[in-house]
């Protein structure tokens, strides 16, 4: 089923998560459906949209941010990256420098806490309490379903960049999860999926696991971009041909071109990707 792109991500969240400003659902209900986007902005803009929509109280967790200088050259590092600039920064792995939760709140594991305990990184988790040291939260994915934890703050270290220093963020390990990013999803299997493609897919196979997260044809809800340059009803997919080299010297793939449009008429799009996978 297409979503209207007239009525924008309002429509997605509206078919993924109805009536989410006035009736508090419970963990069920959160374990069995998500949005999927490809990066982490769109997925961030929506995660806000849904929150400002949720009207339970608040609380708001800022992190402590410091610096570790990874080069020897002779200048201030801590007079040109203020820690206004650290708090700014959004870096793959770490947290958010302000995190917003609420009770009811369907949050992510971002880092290993206790792999025995089934606190992996992805493991998904619904907000039950918010203290002012620890969060409690309910185990939603995985081998611990139903069991609540304890989350404290942990220091996580960013990736090497090319910022002249690494960041240590004291923060809660999580981010909120109404939406993940397509590659969050992997090992997923879903009653209720939007796929959010207002912003194309990047990566080869990227399409194809955002599709198959849906248990069925039916529980999946796409919404398309407002591209002209694509027809309605299609969008487009990244192959890259070193790893498919036979499947697109076949006849029906022939073209040097590494974009295929593939339709998404609910319908046909899953014999599309089957064909183009096995064939």
């Known amino acids: 089923m297409l979503v209207n792109p007239s009525k924008g991500l309002k429509g997605l969240i509206d078919v993924i998560y109805p009536n989410i400003s006035t009736k508090n659902y419970n963990t069920i209900f959160f374990k069995t459906r998500t949005i999927l986007a490809s990066r982490n902005e769109k997925v961030d803009e929506i995660n806000d949209i849904i929150m400002n929509q949720?009207?339970?109280?608040?609380?708001?967790?800022?992190?402590?941010?410091?610096?570790?200088?990874?080069?020897?050259?002779?200048?201030?590092?801590?007079?040109?990256?203020?820690?206004?600039?650290?708090?700014?920064?959004?870096?793959?792995?770490?947290?958010?420098?302000?995190?917003?939760?609420?009770?009811?709140?369907?949050?992510?594991?971002?880092?290993?806490?206790?792999?025995?305990?089934?606190?992996?990184?992805?493991?998904?988790?619904?907000?039950?309490?918010?203290?002012?040291?620890?969060?409690?939260?309910?185990?939603?994915?995985?081998?611990n379903i139903g069991e609540k934890v304890i989350i404290p703050r942990i220091i996580l270290t960013s990736s090497k960049s090319d910022l002249p220093f690494i960041i240590k963020r004291r923060q809660y390990p999580i981010k909120v999860a109404y939406a993940m990013t397509i590659n969050k999803s992997q090992g997923q299997t879903l009653?209720?999926?939007?796929?959010?493609?207002?912003?194309?897919?990047?990566?080869?196979?990227?399409?194809?696991?955002?599709?198959?997260?849906?248990?069925?044809?039916?529980?999946?809800?796409?919404?398309?971009?407002?591209?002209?340059?694509?027809?309605?009803?299609?969008?487009?997919?990244?192959?890259?041909?070193?790893?498919?080299?036979?499947?697109?010297?076949?006849?029906?793939f022939q073209g040097s071109s590494q974009f295929h449009f593939f339709t998404l008429h609910i319908c046909k799009l899953y014999s599309y990707i089957s064909l183009f996978l096995k064939n």
């Open 54 to 143: 949720v009207k339970n109280e608040s609380k708001i967790y800022y992190s402590a941010d410091t610096k570790v200088a990874v080069t020897d050259e002779n200048y201030d590092i801590d007079m040109l990256y203020t820690t206004e600039f650290l708090n700014s920064l959004t870096l793959p792995g770490l947290p958010t420098h302000k995190l917003e939760l609420k009770v009811n709140t369907p949050i992510m594991l971002l880092k290993n806490l206790d792999q025995t305990n089934g606190l992996c990184n992805g493991t998904r988790l619904i907000v039950t309490r918010i203290g002012d040291r620890v969060i409690e939260a309910e185990i939603i994915t995985g081998t």
């Open 191 to 252: 009653q209720h999926i939007g796929l959010c493609l207002q912003t194309p897919i990047f990566s080869h196979g990227q399409l194809y696991v955002a599709l198959s997260r849906a248990s069925s044809v039916h529980s999946l809800k796409v919404l398309l971009s407002n591209n002209h340059d694509i027809p309605y009803g299609f969008t487009r997919n990244i192959v890259y041909k070193d790893v498919l080299t036979d499947v697109l010297q076949q006849k029906s």
